[in-house]
T-cell receptor, first 110, second 114 residues
Framework: QQPVQSPQAVILREGEDAVINCSSS?????VHWYRQKHGEAPVFLMI?????EQKGHDKISASFNEKKQQSSLYLTASQLSYSGTYFC???????????FGTGTRLTIIP | DTAVSQTPKYLVTQMGNDKSIKCEQN?????MYWYKQDSKKFLKIMFS???????INETVPNRFSPKSPDKAHLNLHINSLELGDSAVYFC?????????????FGEGSRLTVL
């Protein structure tokens, strides 16, 4: 089952903050976040494993709520380089398969 | 020095033809994957191989046949191409089996079936 991301698209001005959500209908073992710029390959941002950890990567951080089967990606003080489509990828316990979400297109304008 | 490389980058062909896409990784990873990204940007796993052994085979038509001659290479052959096969195909690799690790993607191969 494909995880659902929200919002589908968002437009921000440089310096504004954004939150991208990823919801699954099944219990999760791990959540991954990737960013894909137009015409390019997806690029890894971070992994969150079962255990409720939160990770950060410069001004991009994420949380993982196992009980709610959700993860959120936080982008603070957004930069033009943050533009792209963000995908969460989820792994259900033991199946060793990453299923990508529906994607969120983020556009940062000056 | 490209970590995961795919060839060709673009393929335009007629329905009914057969085509292949090649993928090579120089990262020393054990696991390789094929993903399909359709026009709506949905990224779906097709196959995964670990050390030349098929691990994941999603509900992909038999017309798609992956081949891994060694753990650094994973090729995708598609028979009797259909319009719905038009997509970008991404090869990826990871250090370990399972998804505990980062996926490294190739640049993608855009297949257009006319």
């Amino acid at each position: 089952q494909q995880p659902v991301q929200s919002p589908q698209a968002v437009i921000l001005r440089e310096g504004e903050d954004a939150v991208i959500n990823c919801s699954s209908s099944k219990a999760l073992y791990s959540v991954h976040w990737y960013r894909q710029k137009h015409g390019e390959a997806p690029v890894f941002l971070m992994i969150l494993l079962k255990g409720g950890e939160q990770k950060g990567h410069d001004k991009i951080s994420a949380s993982f709520n196992e009980k709610k089967q959700q993860s959120s990606l936080y982008l603070t003080a957004s930069q033009l380089s943050y533009s792209g489509t963000y995908f969460c990828g989820t792994e259900i316990d033991g199946n060793e398969k990453l299923t990508f979400g529906t994607g969120t297109r983020l556009t940062i304008i000056p | 020095d490209t970590a995961v490389s795919q060839t060709p980058k673009y393929l335009v062909t007629q329905m009914g033809n057969d085509k292949s896409i090649k993928c090579e990784q120089n990262l020393g990873h054990d696991t390789m994957y094929w993903y399909k990204q359709d026009s709506k940007k949905f990224l779906k796993i097709m196959f995964s191989y670990n050390n030349k052994e098929l691990i994941i085979n999603e509900t992909v038509p038999n017309r798609f046949s992956p081949k891994s001659p060694d753990k650094a290479h994973l090729n995708l052959h598609i028979n009797s191409l259909e319009l719905g096969d038009s997509a970008v195909y991404f090869c990826a690799s990871s250090q370990v089996l399972g998804v505990a690790g980062e996926l490294f993607f190739g640049e993608g191969s855009r297949l257009t079936v006319l």
